[in-house]
C-alpha cells in the first residue's frame, strides 16, 4: 500500500508542479531538503476479519505532512496532495477519504516551516493477492 499511495502523489502533475519526487517520502523530511516537502506516516493499519478469518480488505489512517516556507504555499500544495487522494478509487484502493486537517498557522519560531497535517483513512485490498 505505501508505494502504491506515495505513487499517487508523484504521478499527479499537480503535485509535481508544487514538490521534487524526492521530497516525498515515507517517514521523514530528508535531512536538507528544502521546501516544500511531503512526509507520509502509517498511523494504524488492520485488516479486515470475518468468522472465517481475514478478508484481505486493510484499513489504515495515513498522515500526510506538508511542510513549506509560508503558511499560503503550505496550504496550495495541501489542496494539490487532498485533491489527488480525497475521494481516490483505484487500483487497490477501494476508497482514500480525508478525516482530518490541523496547522502551525500561528507558530512563532522564525527558523521553522510552516506545516499542514491531514489524516487519511485507507481502505485497501492488494491487487496482487
Known sequence: ??????????????????VAPANINWGEVPQGARPPAIALHLIDNVDGLTQQGPDGLW??????????????GATIV???????????RAGGFRLISLS????????????????????????WRNANA
Open 78 to 88: 495541501a489542496r494539490a496532495v487532498r485533491d489527488v487522494l480525497h475521494g481516490y
Open 100 to 123: 482530518q486537517q490541523r496547522s502551525n498557522k500561528n507558530q512563532q519560531a522564525v527558523d521553522r516551516p510552516y506545516w499542514i497535517s491531514m489524516d487519511f483513512i485507507t481502505n
Open 59 to 72: 484499513q489504515g489512517r495515513v498522515q500526510v505532512d506538508v511542510y513549506d516556507l509560508t503558511f499560503g
Open 1 to 18: 500500500m505505501e508505494e502504491e499511495f506515495r505513487a499517487l502523489l508523484t504521478t499527479s502533475s499537480a503535485v509535481m508542479a508544487l
